[in-house]
């Protein structure tokens, strides 16, 4: 087999080479995620607007969500580990499909690093685990993951990563390790010299952090209150200090409007069965209401003064 066929196959996923044909400009775009559904959650509108739009877009999840919480009682039967994985891969080719996402890969290959599960601390934030397996992600060596990612980003070139923020959003010990490998494996891509078995050394113009802007946030605790819904952030006071997972609007760089996305973010949500139920308040909420996917400029090109609404704006694009 040729060794850029070895590489591909060894990506799990489906080839640059069965994309390229069909993207119409010089965009790239490559996000970085824990779990499947979370792309669906935190970026779906993101990813079906750049797909419609033509621009190359590829998607790396780190596991298959072998631990998540099963919310649907038709599910109650997968049980956690290998089985709940495999179903859960199912649901990511659902949702990408609904995403108009044709290049999507797993970090590593399919099962490389497993779902570390997650603890509650006292402030409701997640945290991890005292117990975890020796497969969780959260113990992954930083640098093997991160060398799993950079043949990827070499291959894909894309001038804009996306990924979550140090805190991981909410505090999901998965998610923060996907910074931490995003972060490092954006650097070693473009190091010179380094490793170039991997391919030809790539430097990403933009690395993104998805974020909740309080512009949103606040609207959906101000409607969960007006509805009377419990549990709802009740305990956050909406002029006091914002929680850890939540950025001040004006701080927050790039917001992508749910906008002609919104049906296809909800039929990838809903494709997500097992993770996800719209009829649940928050999801209600989030689905409903006229919000927006915010991200922070973590790194790279500056971008042009005042919240944008598209992650290459100002970005000198080349083939």
Not at 7 to 31: F, I, M, Q
Not at 193 to 211: C, E, I, K, N
């Amino acid at each position: 087999m040729p060794e850029d066929a070895k590489r591909e196959t060894h990506l799990s996923g489906r080839s640059r080479r069965g994309v390229v044909a069909a993207v119409t400009d010089h965009r790239r775009l490559l996000l970085v995620h824990a779990h499947p559904d979370d792309e669906s959650s935190s970026t779906g509108a993101t990813i079906a607007r750049y797909c419609a739009e033509g621009a190359q877009v590829t998607l790396v999840t780190c596991t298959l969500g072998e631990e998540g919480d099963i919310v649907s009682e038709d599910l109650a039967h997968l049980k956690p580990g290998e089985d709940l994985g495999k179903h859960r891969l199912g649901e990511l080719h659902e949702a990408a499909r609904a995403l108009g996402l044709t290049d999507y890969v797993r970090l590593g290959g399919d099962g490389r690093f497993h779902d570390s599960g997650m603890a509650h601390a006292e402030d409701g934030t997640a945290m991890a685990r005292d117990e975890t397996t020796a497969t969780a992600f959260w113990n992954a060596d930083l640098l093997e993951a991160a060398l799993a990612l950079v043949p990827v980003i070499r291959d894909r070139r894309p001038q804009v990563l996306v990924s979550y923020d140090t805190f991981g959003m909410y505090g999901h010990p998965d998610h923060v390790m996907a910074h931490r490998v995003m972060t490092y494996a954006c650097v070693l891509s473009g190091a010179h010299g380094y490793r170039p078995d991997l391919g030809p050394t790539w430097r990403v113009s933009r690395a993104f952090w998805v974020t909740n802007g309080s512009q949103d946030m606040l609207a959906m605790v101000a409607a969960a209150r007006e509805q009377g819904l419990e549990g709802f952030w009740s305990d956050m006071d909406p002029d006091g200090p914002l929680p850890p997972m939540i950025t001040r609007s004006e701080d927050v760089d790039v917001r992508i409007p749910l906008g002609p996305y919104r049906e296809q973010k909800l039929a990838a949500l809903r494709a997500h069965k097992s993770q996800v139920n719209l009829d649940d308040s928050f999801w209600n909420l989030m689905t409903s209401m006229d919000l927006g996917e915010s991200f922070l400029l973590a790194t790279g090109v500056p971008l042009p003064h005042g919240t944008a609404t598209d992650l290459f704006e100002g970005l000198e694009l080349t083939p």
